[in-house]
């Protein structure tokens, strides 16, 4: 099983920023780090006019996109409930796995917050929660509360929370 956190909050928190921040952290530590990113329902990655969409349309089950740098693979499905844990079961072993979103996943989280939003803490109703990032004080939970700007502090949690060990420093 891929070690796994999950990064949640609400839209305009900064979960993409804060992960974006933290790949490279765990990189610089010398561990391998994967993402899963909940989507709303219309995205696309996908344009019409293009080859991939036309062999989708058409009814290709699923398309890879192949580059000298990068591939991508579009699996169509409709209908279908798509957990984390059944999409986790596709993707190549890490060392990490954040997950982006899925607030709602049996897996655990760590909530990004800032007070200036005014809005509720997700925590509250998540023990699934066991942190918040936050850029002020919060002291309505009884969660370890981390400096969202300090990535280094939110590598060191995740480590320990997921029993991994630090690489290099």
Same mark, same amino acid.
């Given at each position: 099983?891929?070690?796994?956190?999950?990064?949640?909050?609400?839209?305009?928190?900064?979960?993409?920023?804060?992960? &974006?921040? !933290?790949?490279? $952290?765990?990189?610089?530590?010398?561990?391998?780090?994967?993402?899963?990113?909940?989507?709303?329902?219309?995205? $696309?990655?996908?344009? /019409?006019?293009?080859?991939?969409?036309?062999?989708?349309? @058409?009814?290709?089950?699923?398309?890879?996109?192949?580059?000298?740098?990068?591939?991508?693979?579009?699996?169509?499905?409709?209908?279908?409930?798509?957990?984390? $844990?059944?999409?986790?079961?596709?993707?190549? &072993?890490?060392? =990490?796995?954040?997950?982006?979103?899925?607030?709602?996943?049996?897996?655990?989280?760590? $909530?990004?917050?800032?007070? @200036?939003?005014?809005? /509720? !803490?997700?925590?509250?109703?998540?023990?699934?929660?066991?942190?918040?990032?936050?850029?002020? /004080?919060?002291?309505?939970?009884?969660?370890? =509360?981390?400096? !969202?700007?300090?990535?280094?502090?939110? #590598?060191?949690?995740? !480590? #320990?929370?997921?029993?991994?060990?630090?690489?290099?420093?």
């Amino acid at each position: 099983m891929i070690p796994r956190i999950g990064i949640v909050g609400w839209q305009g928190s900064g979960k993409t920023s804060l992960i &974006a921040r !933290l790949i490279p $952290e765990f990189n610089r530590r010398g561990h391998t780090v994967s993402t899963l990113k909940h989507a709303h329902a219309s995205f $696309e990655i996908d344009r /019409p006019g293009k080859d991939s969409f036309v062999h989708r349309e @058409a009814g290709a089950r699923e398309v890879l996109v192949a580059s000298g740098q990068r591939w991508a693979l579009i699996h169509e499905e409709r209908n279908v409930d798509r957990t984390p $844990e059944r999409l986790i079961a596709r993707m190549e &072993a890490v060392d =990490v796995l954040l997950i982006e979103g899925w607030k709602g996943g049996a897996h655990k989280k760590i $909530e990004v917050h800032r007070p @200036a939003l005014r809005r /509720p !803490l997700l925590a509250a109703d998540d023990p699934m929660i066991i942190a918040i990032a936050a850029d002020a /004080p919060v002291s309505e939970v009884d969660r370890r =509360v981390l400096p !969202l700007n300090d990535e280094t502090a939110i #590598v060191d949690f995740i !480590l #320990v929370e997921l029993g991994i060990s630090n690489r290099a420093a």
